[in-house]
């Protein structure tokens, strides 16, 4: 069975200061790979996903992520925090051509200091 | 477009009560799921409804059970609450194969 991996429970960066987020999937094919982002009291929302292609994805509010293959990981980034990224983030990985269930990582609080 | 909608919002219940959580959508998806989130665990999926007029079980399916009314409507009911099941219960749905989930914001449970 897939499985997803978030190794950092809390990030605590500054405003300004660059961020990456981990995410490592066990799974023996390529999987489709997912992040959303939970604000307090909220839903979750997509921030980007990868299916296939290139390997670094562009999504929503200056996020980016790269697929390595090698390293069984969807790591997350953004040069620039703003306070307002401060929120939950969720990797989720889906078996491609499978039923489409995403399995989701146990997410990480990002804290953003001013 | 309202998205997916959830009610209600928050509710307590006592051990042994019952209740059922709505969940609309107005996308035309043809897939809805039940997920719960628990502080530390992420979501788990308790069911899931590929299309109108299946159901199947997710990872945490025990206590609950789910109707898929019709194309918009995915209910998950609990027959007899019990404190375990204390949670944030989230509803999703898209399209189908490969297409993003879209969640509702949620309904927090809360059980005596």
């Known amino acids: 069975a897939q499985s997803v991996t978030q190794p950092d429970i809390h990030i605590t960066v500054s405003e300004g200061a660059s961020l990456e987020l981990r995410c490592n999937y066990s799974y023996g094919a390529t999987p489709y790979l997912f992040w959303y982002v939970q604000s307090p009291g909220q839903g979750l929302q997509l921030l980007l996903k990868y299916f296939s292609g290139d390997t670094l994805v562009q999504g929503i509010k200056g996020f980016e992520a790269e697929f390595k293959r090698s390293q069984s990981s969807f790591n997350l980034r953004k040069p620039s925090v703003h306070w307002s990224d401060a929120a939950e983030y969720f990797c989720?990985?889906?078996?491609?051509?499978?039923?489409?269930?995403?399995?989701f990582g146990r997410g990480t609080s990002l804290i953003v200091h001013p | 477009n309202a998205g997916v909608t959830q009610t209600p919002k928050f509710q307590v219940l006592k051990t042994g009560q019952s209740m059922t959580l709505q969940c609309a959508q107005d996308?035309?998806?043809?897939?809805m799921y039940w997920y719960r989130q628990d502080p530390g665990m992420g979501l788990r999926l308790i069911y899931y409804?590929?299309?109108?007029?299946?159901?199947d079980k997710g990872e945490v399916p025990n206590g609950y059970n789910v109707s898929r009314l019709n194309k918009r409507e995915f209910s998950l009911r609990l027959e007899s609450a019990a404190p375990s099941q204390t949670s944030v219960y989230f509803c999703?749905?898209?399209?189908?194969?490969?297409?993003?989930?879209?969640f509702g914001p949620g309904t927090r449970l809360t059980v005596l």
């Open positions: 996308m035309n998806h043809n897939s």
């Open positions: 989720a990985v889906a078996l491609s051509g499978g039923s489409y269930i995403p399995t």
């Open positions: 409804s590929a299309s109108e007029g299946t159901t």
């Open positions: 999703a749905s898209n399209r189908g194969h490969q297409d993003t989930q879209y």
